[in-house]
């Protein structure tokens, strides 16, 4: 890939396994430069590489963000070892009201932390700030940690015996992060994994990382101690030391499938627990008795919101016969035409840049191979009038009718505000299309008839379903995770599955034997009968 260097770096490397350019050092830059966050302090060695961090509204660079070496990820794991046993022995109302506090500082700076997100991310400032808001409601949940991590106690299990279980923490845990929620993903696993007393490392993504260290150092002034959270920075290298690194028990992974696949492997085969989140391609199904306005209001900000840029966006809509796909055409044509694409913090923009130039043009490959397949190309977004500045990565709105299974640009992931119309003769076939995709993170289906919908939630192989719902993401108090592609291991994220996923589960069978009674046999297998 053709690569600008910007004038203040000495030596741009491409590796090859990598999808940006990672530059050996330079001190002499004028751009900011993007720390790692280690024992509660800012911390960067000179001697790292560094990752162009853009700014997707004018195609600048704005900063560049240290690598970590394997020196640098020790660090981290040895401050959060450090901290972890003492953390972990705090009491459980004390560890909740540091995240209560925390809560307090993440609303209090909520609007400064949603320019930096949108500024990094591109997506606009009302999204940027659901994007902090669904982080803060795993905080919420986490607050009530004393009573999610609480054990079971069972009285006379057997005579004179008690059994009871508790939930401790792994010890020292790692995160990875995505590009596309810079702020929910990193609280959906530290938030959790913190409360119930684990000291963790947090590697983000290197395309937008300074909200991530913002999160941390308001955890910090919150209250936490030195070592508990570490954010390190990095790519492929600092993610294999992770997932190579002894003293780390577990690690949770969101990020594509390909990846994901290639963490939960690796993490398993080092003795680690692991969840790894991947990639999606969501399908709304819409019945002919569906309310159509209806489902273009929600389809245009599920389908385009974000610039498509959320694995829970709705880029495959499948009208149920040929009619309801006709009508649905001919309302959602002038709803994209409404679309505003500009600025991320523009107040009127529907939607922003996406995230980096190479995504661009990934998604405009996308569209260039929906058409060498066959598919009609309805609307077309690859030459959108932007308002904004004409360097910035932005892409138009952008819709396909008559999509097949067989071709590649349906079965995989566009991540771009990309729809596709794929045409389903009855609701048989529009379920298992949803069912035989690869990917089954969620799935909505638009129905006024409640025993279709009941089938449809029931048979879907899919594991986030809508009713009349586009984007089904759980409350945080209930737990997020697809199925096939879309996850590998068996845990999902937050709620009682969060809680279970950073826990280790001990059980204590006890009894206080009466030293009178000698009638005690060691030598057969105990039953309690
Ligand atoms: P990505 O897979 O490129 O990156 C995710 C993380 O993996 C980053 O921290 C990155 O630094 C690291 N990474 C990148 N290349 C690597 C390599 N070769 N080896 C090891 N680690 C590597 O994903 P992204 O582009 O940042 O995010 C978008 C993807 O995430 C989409 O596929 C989207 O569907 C998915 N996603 C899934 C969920 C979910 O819950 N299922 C949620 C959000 C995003």
Redesign the pocket.
């Known amino acids: 890939p053709a690569f600008l260097q910007h004038q203040a770096v000495s030596i741009c490397i491409d590796l090859e ?3 940006f350019q990672y530059c050996k050092k330079t001190r002499s830059s004028n751009v900011r430069q993007i720390n790692h966050y280690i024992a509660g302090k800012l911390y960067s060695d000179e001697t790292e590489s560094t990752a162009s961090v853009y700014a997707p509204n004018t195609g600048d660079v704005q900063a560049e963000v240290f690598l970590a070496n394997s020196n640098t990820l020790q660090k981290a794991v040895d401050s959060a070892l450090a901290a972890q046993a003492d953390w972990a022995a705090t009491n459980p109302q004390r560890r909740a009201r540091v995240m209560f506090k925390f809560k307090e500082l993440l609303e209090a700076n909520r609007d400064r932390l949603a320019q930096l997100l949108s500024s990094e991310h591109g997506k606009v400032l009302s999204d940027a700030q659901g994007d902090i808001q669904r982080g803060l409601e795993v905080i919420e949940f986490a607050c009530g940690i004393p009573h999610a991590q609480k054990g079971e106690y069972t009285e006379g299990a057997g005579p004179g015996i008690d059994v009871y279980s508790m939930r401790q923490a792994l010890g020292v845990v790692a995160g ?6 810079p702020a929910m ?1 990193p609280m959906w696993m530290f938030g959790v994994a913190i409360a119930c007393g684990n000291a963790f490392i947090l ?5 937008d990382p300074s909200v991530p260290v913002e999160l941390a150092k308001l955890m910090t002034e919150a209250g936490l101690p030195d070592g508990v959270l570490n954010v390190v920075h990095g ?2 290298e600092a ?2 030391g992770i997932l190579d690194h002894k003293d780390i028990k577990a690690v949770s992974f ?4 390909d ?1 994901a696949n ?2 939960y492997e690796r993490g398993a085969r080092a003795g680690k627990r692991v969840q790894a ?4 391609k969501n399908h709304g199904i819409i019945m002919p008795d569906a309310d159509l306005d209806q489902v273009v209001a929600d389809l245009v900000g599920a389908a385009y919101g974000s610039a498509g840029e959320r ?1 829970m966006a709705l880029p495959v809509v499948v009208p149920v016969g040929d009619e309801t796909a006709e009508k649905l055409k001919a309302k959602l044509i002038p709803a994209i035409k409404d679309i505003m694409v500009s600025h991320s913090e523009d107040p009127n923009a529907h939607y922003g840049p996406v995230v980096t130039g190479e995504h661009k043009a990934r998604i405009e490959g996308y569209i260039d191979l929906a058409i060498e397949e066959g598919a009609e190309l309805v609307y077309d977004g690859r030459n959108a009038q932007i308002p904004a500045d004409s360097k910035g990565f932005f892409i138009g709105p952008t819709l396909f009718d008559h999509v097949t299974k067989e071709m590649r640009s349906y079965q995989e ?1 566009i ?1 771009g505000p990309v729809l596709q119309i794929v045409r389903a003769k009855d609701f048989i076939e529009a379920v298992n299309l949803a069912s035989d995709h690869q990917y089954g ?1 969620g799935v909505a289906m638009y129905t006024r008839n409640g025993h279709a919908a009941r089938e449809f939630a029931q048979r879907v192989n899919v594991g986030m379903v809508g009713i009349n719902v586009p984007i089904p993401v759980p409350v945080a108090y209930h737990t ?1 995770g ?1 199925w096939k592609r ?2 590998f291991g068996d845990t999902n994220q937050h709620g009682m599955e969060g809680v279970k996923f950073w826990t280790k589960v001990k059980t204590v069978t006890q009894r206080w034997p009466d030293s009178s009674d000698t009638n005690d046999n060691a030598f057969v297998i105990p039953t309690m009968g």
């Open positions: 396994n990598t999808r990875i992060t995505p590009f596309n929620f993903i590697k983000p993504s290197e395309r790519n492929k993610v294999d969101v990020g594509s499938s990846i290639y963490v989140m991947g990639g999606a694995c992931e991540f993170n997020f697809g879309s996850s």
